[in-house]
């Protein structure tokens, strides 16, 4: 039986990251139907076009909102939900304790 060329290359994970509840949503559905076996949320990247619409590594600024987005997003799919993460959003600030404790639950 000659294996399905996806089904070797298993598993995939989608990545995605925002700060807007309604996108991150329209997100998941979006790539639900890739069907992959995760969804990761970049809620690490640094880059500053990203960061400066409180994405990627500037939701770190906004716990709260980081938790309540992926929270929703759990609700949302079936489909494993993890996060990629900075210790903290500088030197000063890192959280990255409460933020793993907060997002595991």
Known sequence: MKLDIYEKER?????IFGANLDSMLQSVEIVEKSVPDIIDINFGCPVK????????????????????????????????????????WDQDS????????RLQD
């Open 11 to 15: 598993p995939v994970g989608i990545q």
């Open 49 to 88: 076009k990203v960061v400066s619409k409180g994405a990627g590594a500037g939701i770190l600024k906004d716990i709260p909102l980081m938790v309540s987005l992926t929270e929703a997003m759990v609700k949302h799919t079936k489909l494993p939900i993890t996060v990629k993460t900075r210790l903290g």
């Open 94 to 101: 890192i959280k990255i304790i409460e933020v793993a404790e």
